[in-house]
């Protein structure tokens, strides 16, 4: 029987990252939600614990064993915090997971040791694309292979600190296979063009921009994997099942707010939590929260171990985009109108939690 119960070392981690997420990330996250930023002691916080490193093979100075398992443990516990926090913390991983799991010796020779630095590294990947129905696996960015050159040309949406990033790692289909390659393309390229900063309903304290490539001229060996390239369905398996995970700890978050409020919550003289309703509203909302967790771990498990985890991965992120949102909601209906007042993090909870099903590639363990 599989046993997903922490090691030492993984409840070390989380126990380090809910302290993190509960401390630091709680008292900041209202109001960098107004503001549109997080401060950036909070981000260097969130860096320092070192999830990225644990990614970047040993001989490179890192320690050597990327685990999706302990990838989704971090995530939810992370998102647990905050959304925006999360993914801003994990946003450099969406270059070095990549990078480490089917970059050439050179690339990572070149490209990880920058990840071990104590400052937090601005790095991105741009995936989703602007449109209805936006399928990974028939992107329009389309990346022309001439004379020992690459030529990308398309439109990407949802890249996150695409302004400041160093490098960034630009998903197109190659127009000689019709295959899903990644390029890493580094800041200040010719032909790529930053919009002003998305405004988006949730996730405003996370900067995320629309990117456009413009004949963007790149080496042969900015590919990521040089000749072989890489496996796309990995990747993309792996970011469903952070995103999955992330949607567990926004949930969970909405639940535990909800649960504690109707305890202490007095009407008639009997707390909430007794009213049939309101009770069976939280048994099923907890139900819905572990049954998710529990479709991340089976499809991170797979991923460990080197199996096909798409069928898995694809449900843990479709189970969960509907969960997250079911959650939070109920989460605001037992607030009542306290919901539905900014003072409250319901709201933002629910804010956030609509848009995970649009949030392709935006997070990878």
């Known amino acids: 029987m599989v046993s997903f119960t922490p090691t030492e070392e993984q409840q070390l981690l989380l126990d380090t990252i809910r302290r993190y997420a509960v401390n630091d990330v709680r008292a900041v996250a209202h109001d960098a939600d107004e503001a549109g930023q997080v401060p950036p002691e909070v981000i260097r916080a969130g860096w320092q614990i070192g999830l990225v490193p644990s990614a970047i093979p040993e001989e490179l100075g890192g320690f050597g064993e990327m685990s999706a398992l302990t990838g989704v443990l971090a995530a939810e516990e992370?998102?647990?915090?905050?959304?925006?926090?999360?993914?801003?913390?994990?946003?450099?991983?969406?270059?070095?997971?990549?990078?480490?799991?089917?970059?050439?010796?050179?690339?990572?020779?070149?490209?990880?040791?920058?990840?071990?630095?104590?400052?937090?590294?601005?790095?991105?990947?741009?995936?989703?694309?602007?449109?209805?129905?936006?399928?990974?696996?028939?992107?329009?960015?389309?990346?022309?292979?001439?004379?020992?050159?690459?030529?990308?040309?398309?439109?990407?949406?949802?890249?996150?600190?695409?302004?400041?990033?160093?490098?960034?790692?630009?998903?197109a289909r190659n127009a000689e296979s019709g295959d899903v390659d990644a390029y890493i393309v580094e800041k200040g390229a010719a032909g790529v063009q930053i919009e002003k900063r998305e405004m988006l309903m949730g996730l405003r304290a996370l900067p995320t921009y629309r990117v456009h490539f413009v004949n963007v001229e790149i080496e042969a060996a900015a590919r990521l994997g040089g000749a072989v390239g890489s496996d796309f369905s990995v990747l993309l398996n792996r970011s469903q099942v952070a995103l999955a995970a992330l949607a567990v700890g926004v949930a969970r978050a909405s639940f535990e707010y909800a649960r504690d409020y109707a305890k202490q919550r007095v009407q008639f003289g009997r707390p909430i939590a007794q009213n049939q309703s309101i009770a069976f509203m939280l048994a099923e909302m907890a139900m819905e929260i572990d049954s998710a967790r529990l479709l991340a771990w089976e499809a991170a498990w797979k991923l460990d171990r080197g199996e096909d985890a798409t069928r898995e991965a694809y449900l843990a992120k479709q189970y969960a985009d509907k969960m997250v949102l079911q959650v939070a909601d109920n989460g605001l209906q037992i607030l009542g109108g306290y919901g539905f007042i900014r003072e409250y993090p319901l709201e933002r909870w629910l804010r956030n939690g609509r848009g995970f099903p649009t949030f392709t590639g935006m997070a990878m363990v």
């Open 78 to 171: 992370l998102a647990y915090g905050d959304l925006a926090v999360a993914l801003q913390v994990l946003s450099p991983a969406l270059l070095a997971y990549p990078v480490s799991l089917f970059g050439t010796a050179e690339q990572r020779e070149n490209l990880l040791p920058a990840f071990l630095e104590e400052q937090f590294i601005p790095a991105t990947a741009a995936l989703l694309e602007p449109g209805i129905s936006f399928d990974p696996y028939d992107l329009k960015t389309v990346a022309v292979a001439d004379n020992g050159k690459i030529c990308l040309n398309g439109s990407k949406a949802y890249v996150p600190l695409a302004e400041d990033a160093r490098l960034m790692l630009v998903y």
